[in-house]
């Protein structure tokens, strides 16, 4: 099950379908999708010349283009959609939708092309960012998008509906009908597993008629609440750190902030379909990591000692030859040396491998005097981050809420005293609660 090779078969039929130049139109979720799915040289080569926003109102009439547009079935979409057709700017539409169009939609975009250009409406199951090809997002941030309601165990109803859609499109692309699991003890993925089971065995049970296996694939929904402790501690892999010391935004690291950076640096991308040695070492924790990049660079250096030497006729063939692909090798050098240089910096300025040692003792060892004593040392340091001092603040009083001279209080102030906001160290006090 490969969802980044599910999300590109469908962009590849999608803009192979269509023949001659074009335009690919987008909207806010499906930006995201195509940026880490395929490049921009992919989508040259497939003869689109032009990528925009259908809600972009400033757009030029291009009559002579045809014009793919890929949407999620929002009403915002539908409306941008709605509004293109009635003053079309392109020779003709062909209408992809990332998940199920409901018949009013359909209707409404029937009704507005009026001059007939509309070639054919599909739906193209891609509503989810594909990461990995084993792990997904479904790129709903929260905050902003909230997850639950006036109630921590009761679904926001949006919220509830994108989740439910973008898991069927998921199971659709991988066209699996899978049995349900979910927790016994938490309502909100009994109500996501029950929203599911209903779309499949009845408003869309044609759609997943696939051919039963000997073995059904298994969908297990599980409420992250329930294990409070593993979001806590520092990661240590490579792909984990960069998004957590950095961030991973779509498929881009920003290094703008890094420090002695170069400009072609300052933005890079991170993809396991693109960069084999990404792909090979995502998972390495951070001391192989050093070796490996190591290794990549005097691997590179021996290419660059071959290639230097050029005396005869066949040396230089040769060499134009390789060119595109030792620039693209020398790049991504540079890019891997540079992100484990920052991340370093990051490591050694906020202290981490102290603060990791401490996050293991309070999550696997039972120590009072100890743990108190470190976490008291390191809310003083002021090389540790607000975060980590957080983190390890909730991290002891979830190990140490049940015994009787536990110092909780005493840590919240502390906090407070060293310049944490009041609300993010009262959080302190809830997870205990929901713990």
Not at 36 to 47: G, R
């Amino acid at each position: 099950m490969d969802v980044v090779k599910a999300i590109s078969t469908y962009i590849q039929r999608m803009i192979t379908e269509v023949s001659g130049i074009k335009v690919l139109l987008l909207d806010q979720h499906t930006t995201p999708i195509i940026s880490t799915s395929f490049t921009q040289s992919a989508l040259l080569n497939h003869e689109v010349y032009l990528t925009d926003r259908v809600d972009n109102p400033n757009r030029d009439r291009m009559k002579h283009l045809n014009c793919i547009a890929l949407i999620r079935p929002t009403s915002q979409s539908i409306d941008s959609l709605v509004a293109e057709l009635e003053r079309p700017r392109y020779k003709a539409y062909w209408i992809y939708s990332t998940n199920v169009l409901s018949k009013p939609d359909i209707e409404r975009l029937a009704e507005a092309d009026q001059h007939e250009l509309v070639r054919e409406v599909q739906e193209h199951f891609s509503d989810y960012l594909p990461v990995n090809p084993d792990l997904f997002s479904l790129n709903l941030p929260t905050p902003p998008q909230p997850l639950w309601s006036d109630r921590t165990d009761r679904w926001d109803q949006d919220s509830l509906q994108a989740h439910r859609d973008g898991i069927l499109a998921l199971l659709l692309s991988l066209k699996k009908k899978p049995v349900i699991r979910y927790e016994r003890m938490s309502s909100l993925a009994k109500q996501l597993g029950e929203e599911i089971l209903y779309q499949i065995n009845t408003d869309q049970s044609s759609l997943f008629s696939f051919r039963r296996t000997d073995v059904p694939p298994l969908l297990l929904i599980l409420d992250r609440r329930n294990d409070p402790v593993t979001p806590l501690l520092s990661q240590w892999t490579y792909q984990a750190m960069v998004h957590e010391l950095i961030g991973i935004n779509n498929g881009r690291v920003s290094l703008a902030d890094a420090e002695g950076i170069r400009p072609e640096l300052k933005e890079i991308v991170l993809s396991t379909d693109q960069d084999p040695f990404f792909s090979s070492n995502l998972y390495d924790n951070f001391g192989d990591l050093g070796a490996s990049i190591k290794k990549y660079v005097e691997e590179y250096q021996s290419r660059t000692a071959s290639n230097s030497v050029i005396e005869t006729v066949q040396d230089m063939k040769r060499f134009v030859e390789e060119y595109p692909e030792f620039r693209r090798l020398g790049g991504n050098v540079s890019k891997h040396v540079a992100l484990l240089g920052e991340l370093s910096r990051r490591v050694e300025k906020g202290k981490l491998l102290e603060v990791s040692e401490l996050e293991q003792s309070l999550a696997s060892v039972e120590s009072h005097a100890s743990d108190l004593k470190g976490v008291q040392t390191l809310l003083e340091d002021p090389q540790v981050s607000q975060d980590a001092k957080l983190r390890l603040s909730i991290l002891y009083a979830l190990r140490y809420q049940k015994y009787s001279a536990n110092q909780i209080s005493n840590i919240v102030q502390q906090l407070v005293k060293v310049g944490v906001p009041e609300n993010r160290a009262a959080s302190i006090i809830v997870s205990q609660r929901r713990s």
